[in-house]
């Protein structure tokens, strides 16, 4: 695996009900630095309890950092940024444009990764966003979604990503270019236990492609059985191509993908690709428990990932990204049963029977929710194969 490191600890944490307390008391026992970048902060239950948990840091003497997306983050902006900023931290607006229908390349590109940096000495990369995680307008039930909390060698490239993302968007958004920010707090990279594990991301100029890639990588080289979990599900030519070819030569192939829609078009642009995939041998699953925004995979024995990148043309080549890749057994076996246990619970089996008894004009939909996202693919400049 490219850009593996050696020596790290992990600790999957599954939906916001593991993953804020665990935040939370880690930003409680911050000493120095803290970095975040997420791409949604709520001024809800649970945005407010992180907000608050920032402004203790700052009041302790910590310097944080809080990078949101401006189209994401413009409830941030209007109800907790000025508190936030009144404690004593740091905020900074990736890419403030908010004309949601621009098609325009430069305007669709989003910060969606959701990374924190605490001390450097530990961090967690995951998908999960900073808001409550009950949707009040869906199932009674937690959105589903993972993070991983991370300690080791590969902090090293995480504390960079993080700090060099922060001070690129520092310098763009000022005027003279003195007093830029620095690293206080290097990374602690000493082993910390013994999985192997890659940090990528998906910027726009030198690792357009690491993350995908990665996804390729594994899929053409898996020998039994490939589970993939992602909300966006809208692969390019590449991806459709490495899965089919894998389902030919006997991979056992399956697919979790949203059935509670929060974009209604782009999940019946995902529905169009049904019967392709099914009549390829591809077992395709909807879950329906909650609304699905996991960005996870497992490979085999012990190649996993999660993170933020969803497997789109607007995650995969638009949005900044971040993934962690695991080769480990041990945790390729911990997030395939957390998984399978979501299959078991709230998710249903799609057959190509049940796509032909669908009505006519469902059918219709899907096909014209299709060209249409092909249609915004190439208006913002970008093949069908990506």
Known sequence: MRGAISGNALRLLENGHDYFPALEASLDAAEREVYLQTYIFAADATGRRIADALARAAGRGVTVRVMVDGFGGREFVRSLMDELIAAGVEVLIYRRELRALSLR??????????????????????????????DPKGPPFPRYDYAVRVEGPVLGRIVHSAHRLWWLVSWAGLRSRKGLPRLLTPAHTAPA??????????????????????????INSAQSDILIANAYFFPGRRFRAALVDAAERGVRITLLLQGVADHPIQQYATRALYPYLLEKGIRLFEYHRSQLHAKVAVVDCCWATVGSSNIDVFSLMLAREANLVVE???????LRASVERALEAGARELHHETWQRLPRFKRALTW???QFVRWAIGIAGYGEKH
Not at 107 to 133: M, P, Q, S, T
Not at 193 to 214: C, P, Q, T, W
């Open 328 to 334: 480990d057994e041990r945790f390729a076996g911990t």
């Open 368 to 370: 014209l929710a299709y």
């Open 105 to 134: 390349r430069h305007r669709l590109r989003r910060l969606h990764a959701k990374l924190v940096v605490i001390d450097g000495r530990e961090a967690y990369v995951g998908g999960i966003n900073i808001l409550d995680d009950y």
């Open 193 to 218: 236990g013994d999985i192997e594990a890659a940090f990528l991301v998906r910027a726009n100029l030198r690792h357009r492609h690491d993350i995908e890639d990665a996804y390729l990588e594994a």
